[in-house]
């Protein structure tokens, strides 16, 4: 019970002073970086944000790297040989691989939200364009 409340503690002190500092900066660097204001007073914004489409993978890729850690270092290897007759190699191979899909999938959806945002924007701007063209003009008399 003593090691369970030291372990526990230890996670608290460990998340609350070093991990959640480092994700808190890595979040600002990628929203600093990702931000386009072409000077600095503008408001320019992209049609569809990308930084959401970073986060959430980046926070599945580090759920499954806390899943994947035993198998990564080799902790409990010989327990797992035993079990299932196979050994702990793949796992980082298989986690990477995990990873690249995870992010090359969040890609995919970013570049179809921004194809479709695109579209949508071009179609809107077109309508307005020609409901101001079209409107008629006063006529002078003769």
Do not use: C
Request: glycine residues 6%; aromatic residues 10%.
């Amino acid at each position: 019970m003593v090691a369970v409340a030291v372990w526990f503690l230890g996670a608290v002190i460990a998340h609350d002073l070093v991990l959640f500092p480092l994700y808190a900066l890595a979040d600002r660097s990628t929203q600093r970086a990702l931000r386009t204001d072409a000077s600095p007073g503008s408001e320019q914004r992209p049609l569809v944000p990308p930084l959401n489409y970073l986060r959430v993978p980046a926070l599945a890729v580090g759920l499954l790297f806390l899943l994947f850690f035993p198998g990564i270092i080799g902790q409990g290897a010989d327990t797992y040989l035993d079990a299932t007759g196979q050994t702990q190699d793949p796992f980082l191979q298989r986690w990477l691989l995990l990873s690249a899909t995870i992010f090359a999938f969040s890609a995919i959806v970013y570049a179809a939200r921004l194809l479709t945002a695109t579209r949508s924007h071009s179609s809107s701007s077109n309508v307005a364009a020609t409901t101001t063209s079209g409107a008629e003009q006063p006529t002078k008399p003769d």
